[in-house]
């Protein structure tokens, strides 16, 4: 280490050590010392001095040597410090008083922040209060709704919560629907397209289904309505879906709907017995001349012949309405019974259109074959057969049991079956076939057709009151549904078959009553099919 000597001290060092306390003293007894040494060394010039005088000599030097040191050393740095302590008390009081005054103001300020926040603070309060009772209402709302509420995460079917509604509706807890998803909802074979509508969904395009099928846990369907649409939560968009069941509503109404078509039906059956009683009245009479008539001419052409035949043997052939005698002679009989066979179906096709409209006051207890049935229709229906095929075939089964119930409204059955194998045939290359048989107690009708069949989104709602796929051809709607009733109300069932574009096969079953038990095994195990062609 290198140290460096005679390095004079910086002015405020040598102020600083001077004027502090222990420089002053050691000033002071330097001071002392000196001008004692100097007075003692005076003294000692002046020996003939008087001790009195030689204090007073000393203590007049040492006030002398004193005075001014004090007045540099002691007096003066006083004085410079009482200056420096008042300019520093006046700056302090200055100090102080603005102190104060940003103490205040800091103060006044503060407390302005203080009530601030504490409005902030209250108005915080009551927006959580709000929001939590607005969270308790929509908690509330969401769980006692009585729609089903459903939250799937958007673009995904992952649901996010349900309410009580949608587990006690689909019978699965919320677990299980976190778990499983739309699985819970409907079938397997519908999941997909479901996912496609939920992660589909945009905000300007909410969707609204009015009916569909889901099923339940235990497998049972049920019809409901659904509405879907995206809502924001939490700052999260998600899917809110709200599923309402109307199985019950839908009941309802197709049983309302099903009473407006009896009442349409009945009335239209009401106005049809009028009518046909009326046409029937204008019919027979002229009819019943024509049979008459055909009759009388019948017994009279035994007459004819004979003197025909005696002016054939003498004068040979002759010309009789246009036609040789020899060719009129063996086809007048056959003509004559024509007409009366003709004047005889006509009465046939006249007393069952009565009976048809006629009102079947019968109770539904009442023995009925049900062959009598389907051959007064297909009688009625002849016609219209002809004109719309040319392959009908009329299978009915040999000693076919009896079944309880109203032969007119079993006729109406077949009638309304046939006509609608007849108006799904494409052309008359196409066939209708009508069977009857037994079997497991139950005696059936098959009406097959070689038609277009039933579409399968048809085919859901082929038997509800006014729903029609030929409204273009007239079709009400009433015919399948006035049908089910009535094989409903005769305790049978009806159901169907179709195949797009190959044809559909409808299958009425009713109950069998046998006589014995003898007679029931004997029906069930010989049953004959008689096959008649309508020409």
């Not at 709302?141 to 459903?150: P, R, V």
């Not at 899917?239 to 099903?258: F, G, K, S």
């Not at 049809?272 to 009326?278: N, W």
Request: aromatic share 6%; glycine share 6%; proline share 4%.
């Amino acid at each position: 280490m290198v140290y460096k000597e005679d390095q004079p001290a910086d002015e405020g060092t040598r102020e600083r050590v001077s004027r502090s306390p222990l420089g002053v003293v050691l000033i002071i007894t330097v001071s002392v010392f000196v001008a004692e040494t100097f007075t003692m060394g005076l003294l000692k010039l002046l020996p003939d001095m008087d001790p009195p005088v030689s204090f007073i000599v000393d203590a007049m030097l040492l006030v002398l040597f004193l005075v001014p040191i004090l007045r540099n050393f002691l007096f003066k740095p006083f004085q410079e410090l009482v200056q420096r302590r008042e300019v520093a008390e006046g700056a302090l009081r200055e100090y102080q008083r603005n102190l104060k005054k940003t103490i205040e103001e800091r103060t006044e300020r503060l407390t302005e922040v203080v009530s601030e926040l504490k409005r902030e603070i209250a108005a915080r309060r009551e927006t959580e209060t709000a929001l939590q009772k607005s969270e308790e209402r929509f908690r509330q709302l969401f769980e006692q709704t009585e729609d089903a509420i459903i939250l799937f995460k958007r673009g995904t079917c992952d649901v996010i919560d349900t309410n009580p509604v949608a587990e006690n509706m689909y019978g699965y807890s919320r677990q299980e629907f976190f778990q499983r998803g739309p699985s819970c909802m409907v079938s397997r074979d519908e999941v997909a397209r479901f996912c496609d509508l939920i992660s589909g969904i945009a905000h300007e395009k909410p969707f609204q289904i009015d009916r569909m099928v889901h099923v339940r846990k235990d497998g049972n369907e049920i019809i409901v309505s659904m509405r879907g649409k995206i809502v924001t939560i939490q700052n999260v968009d998600l899917v809110y879906c709200t599923v309402r069941d109307i199985t019950e509503r839908t009941r309802l109404e197709e049983e309302a709907q099903l009473i407006q078509a009896k009442l349409i039906h009945t009335n239209k059956m009401t106005s049809l017995g009028v009518l046909v009683t009326s046409i029937a009245h204008e019919i027979n009479n002229p009819n019943n001349f024509i049979k008459s008539n055909a009759q009388l001419i019948s017994r009279a052409w035994g007459d004819i012949r004979k003197i025909l035949d005696d002016y054939y043997r003498e004068n040979g052939d002759f010309s009789m309405g246009g036609l040789p005698y020899s060719e009129m002679r063996d086809s007048s009989g056959d003509l004559l019974t024509g007409i009366a066979d003709g004047s005889r179906r006509i009465s046939e096709i006249i007393e069952n259109l009565k009976d048809f409209a006629r009102q079947d006051s019968s109770m539904m207890n009442v023995m009925t074959d049900l062959n009598r049935a389907v051959s007064l229709a297909v009688s009625i229906l002849g016609s219209q057969i002809r004109r719309c095929t040319d392959h009908f075939s009329l299978n009915l089964a040999d000693d076919l049991p009896q079944v309880r119930g109203s032969l007119q409204q079993l006729e109406q059955v077949v009638i309304n079956l046939v006509i609608n194998a007849l108006q799904a045939l494409p052309a008359r290359s196409k066939g209708v076939s009508v069977s009857t048989s037994v079997k497991n107690g139950f005696v059936s009708l098959h009406v097959s057709d070689q038609g277009v069949g039933i579409p399968p989104e048809a085919g859901e709602r082929i038997m509800e009151p006014f729903f029609t796929t030929k409204l273009g051809q007239g079709g009400t709607g009433l015919g399948l549904s006035i049908s089910h009733s009535i094989i409903r109300d005769h305790g049978g069932t009806m159901s169907f078959e179709s195949r797009p574009g190959e044809g559909t096969t409808f299958t009425v079953l009713l109950p069998a009553v046998f006589s014995t038990a003898t007679e029931s095994e004997s029906m069930r195990s010989t049953v004959t099919e008689v096959t008649t062609h309508v020409s």
